[in-house]
């Protein structure tokens, strides 16, 4: 799931999610599409298995990554798990984040600081919704920075944050959990190859 800014929602609630915002597990719904573009510091370095084809369009990919905070605080990573695999310009990745790839080859590694305005933007004012309290379960403790699970309009599911709440309205965010935040992305490219198109 992939969303920069939601302007109109259709909200149904599914379940409760008990996970904090800042854990681990509230990012990884977004995987490894949710990658910045290539401004921003940047060290690459080469090894010693790094091949001769460089990362184009139309390359099939293979790489490690983390994603973590200005904090320091790691949103999600697969450097503990065999490398990720894509084809670039397949859509299946923010075109900033390809771009950030581009002219690199197996074995190099890049670390990319990406600002708010390369990543996900700013926070919107109209991703917050005030929704009645009695639509959450009557068991539900809330507590700021719970995520709750909502479906959309097209009956997917979108995740939301509750930013503040009393006895009548929960404030829920529905802005990406990475918008407004400063990210390091690091990557180590395992091995390009010619993507085979069909």
């Known amino acids: 799931i992939l969303f920069r800014g939601i302007t ?37 370095k080469q090894v010693d298995m790094a091949s001769d084809l460089h990362i184009t369009e ?7 990554f983390s994603i973590t905070l200005d904090t320091g605080e790691v949103v999600d990573s697969n450097f503990d798990r065999e ?35 390369q990543g996900f933007g700013e926070p919107q004012d109209a991703n917050y919704q005030d929704m009645p309290r009695h639509t ?23 995740p939301g944050v509750v930013d503040s709440f009393d006895e009548d309205v929960v404030r829920v965010n529905f802005n990406h959990p990475l918008a407004g935040r400063t990210l390091r992305f690091e990557v180590k490219i395992d091995r390009v190859e010619p993507a085979e198109l069909h």
């Open 8 to 44: 109109t929602i259709g909200i149904g609630l599914l379940s409760i999610l008990r996970i904090r915002l800042f854990a681990s597990a509230p990012y990884c719904w977004f995987g490894i599409v949710f990658l910045a573009s290539r401004a921003g510091s940047q060290v690459v």
């Open 58 to 64: 139309n390359t099939k990919v293979s790489l490690n």
């Open 83 to 117: 490398p990720a695999s894509f084809v670039m310009g397949d859509g299946s990745l923010l075109p900033g984040f390809e771009a950030c790839l581009v002219g690199m080859k197996g074995g190099e590694e890049g670390v990319f600081t990406i600002t708010p305005e």
């Open 136 to 158: 959450f379960s009557n068991d539900a403790e809330l507590e700021v920075g719970m995520v709750f699970s909502f479906a959309d309009a097209a009956g997917g599911e979108l």
